[in-house]
């Protein structure tokens, strides 16, 4: 089975089994949106380009921050050099990403990591619990439930959420497996985008189904597209922000 098979037929699976959590985690969103709070995503390495799918995406919703371990050189005035591939693992990074985003108490957070055991982000979703805002979580249940945990508590990030989304994603992330061994062709990428804009979507839908105008960005190039935008954007001044 070729790799372009194997993913289209992953991710109608994961289409199928995640459609109850999707319409759970978008509830979540649109009550945190009504409410006037913002999408907060978090994900390092490649999961930020989730993150990225999430916040200040053509077609999604405009009250979303993305945020990542490089907000600690962005808005804390760290220097490049602090940014090694280890940093997700150091859990005190999460209390100086949380400080520096412009959160309030009314927000939603959705936190992607395929893992779901490094520090930065069990930390991470341990403080949005402890601030009391609903936490998100997008992952691989097949590969965290077989990791240990790498924060000191031992947990994970799927035991702290109230909806967790499985990507779907085999221990290992690649499905196609090397004749001598190991596997190649990763997927959790893939198919967490999917449920990424599968929950967006949703939560558009909910808000036309109220009877509301979802405030959704158009793409920067099209006609109108940046007055439109900006528009939207300056309702929420001091809420969001789209850094680098």
């Given at each position: 089975?070729?790799?372009?098979?194997?993913?289209?037929?992953?991710?109608g699976?994961?289409?199928?089994?995640?459609?109850?959590?999707?319409k759970?985690?978008?509830?979540?969103?649109?009550?945190?949106?009504?409410e006037?709070g913002?999408?907060?995503a978090?994900?390092?390495?490649?999961?930020?380009?989730i993150?990225?799918?999430?916040?200040?995406?053509?077609g999604?919703?405009?009250?979303?921050n993305?945020?990542?371990?490089r907000d600690?050189?962005?808005y804390g005035?760290?220097?490049p050099?602090?940014?090694?591939?280890?940093?997700?693992r150091?859990?005190?990074?999460?209390?100086?990403?949380?400080?520096?985003a412009p959160?309030?108490?009314?927000?939603?957070?959705v936190?992607?990591?395929?893992?779901g055991?490094?520090?930065?982000?069990?930390?991470?979703?341990?403080?949005?619990?402890?601030?009391?805002?609903?936490?998100?979580?997008?992952?691989?249940?097949?590969?965290?439930?077989?990791?240990?945990?790498?924060?000191?508590?031992?947990?994970?990030?799927?035991?702290?959420?109230?909806?967790?989304?499985?990507?779907?994603?085999?221990?290992?992330?690649?499905?196609?497996?090397?004749?001598?061994g190991?596997?190649?062709?990763?997927?959790?990428?893939?198919?967490?985008?999917?449920?990424?804009?599968?929950?967006?979507?949703?939560?558009?839908?909910?808000?036309?189904?109220?009877?509301?105008?979802p405030?959704?960005?158009?793409?920067?190039?099209?006609?109108?597209?940046?007055?439109?935008?900006?528009?939207?954007?300056?309702?929420?001044?001091?809420?969001?922000?789209?850094?680098?």
């Amino acid at each position: 089975m070729t790799y372009a098979s194997k993913v289209l037929d992953l991710a109608g699976q994961v289409a199928k089994s995640q459609a109850e959590p999707v319409k759970q985690a978008a509830a979540l969103i649109v009550a945190s949106i009504r409410e006037g709070g913002v999408v907060n995503a978090f994900g390092s390495g490649h999961s930020e380009a989730i993150a990225m799918e999430i916040a200040g995406r053509a077609g999604g919703l405009v009250p979303s921050n993305r945020l990542t371990p490089r907000d600690l050189v962005l808005y804390g005035g760290r220097p490049p050099s602090v940014l090694t591939p280890e940093l997700e693992r150091d859990p005190a990074i999460a209390h100086e990403i949380y400080a520096l985003a412009p959160v309030a108490p009314q927000d939603v957070f959705v936190l992607i990591s395929s893992s779901g055991v490094n520090g930065a982000v069990v930390e991470l979703a341990t403080i949005v619990k402890d601030r009391g805002h609903p936490l998100i979580a997008l992952t691989s249940v097949q590969h965290s439930t077989r990791m240990t945990s790498r924060h000191p508590s031992g947990g994970k990030l799927l035991d702290l959420a109230d909806v967790v989304l499985d990507n779907g994603a085999p221990y290992g992330d690649a499905i196609l497996d090397l004749p001598g061994g190991g596997s190649y062709g990763a997927v959790s990428t893939i198919t967490s985008a999917l449920l990424a804009q599968m929950v967006v979507t949703e939560a558009v839908d909910e808000l036309v189904a109220m009877g509301e105008t979802p405030p959704v960005y158009l793409s920067a190039n099209v006609t109108g597209g940046d007055e439109h935008n900006r528009a939207l954007e300056s309702r929420y001044a001091g809420r969001i922000r789209r850094g680098s």
